[in-house]
């Protein structure tokens, strides 16, 4: 059994920065689809970013092109999402996950494994 757990979120200010966390566990995920989607308050959930089995491709949201970076270790088994200039906006639960498909991962459809997600809070 594949689990995700999330760990790095809390409260910044607009304008900080957080690095989220992703640690899986129960097999290697190396050959997976790792990334990030994220769900406000009273709003649908929404993919932020992925990244590929090897690292080498990357995909971002439009709302944070620029501003969040994806990367993994797959030695470790784990994943990271810097964020950088963090908005207001950018407040939701943020949720870790896996896919062995990488066309079909943003759209959030059939995805294999979740995790529980962490909180960001960003105030103005």
């Known amino acids: 059994q594949v689990q995700l757990v999330e760990s790095g979120g809390g409260l910044v200010q607009a304008g900080g920065s957080l690095r989220l966390s992703c640690a899986a566990s129960g097999r290697t995920l190396s050959s997976y689809t790792m990334g990030w989607f994220r769900q406000a308050p009273g709003k649908e959930r929404e993919f932020v970013a992925q990244?590929?089995?090897?690292?080498?491709?990357?995909a971002y949201a439009n709302a944070v092109k620029g501003r969040f970076t994806m990367s993994r270790d797959n030695a470790q088994n784990m994943m990271y999402l810097q964020m950088n200039s963090l908005k207001p906006e950018d407040t939701a639960v943020y949720y870790c996950?896996?896919?062995?498909?990488?066309?079909?991962?943003?759209?959030?459809?059939?995805?294999?494994?979740w995790g529980e997600g962490t909180l960001v809070t960003v105030s103005s």
């Open positions: 990244i590929s089995g090897s690292g080498a491709i990357t």
């Open positions: 996950a896996a896919d062995p498909n990488y066309g079909r991962f943003r759209t959030g459809v059939r995805v294999d494994y």
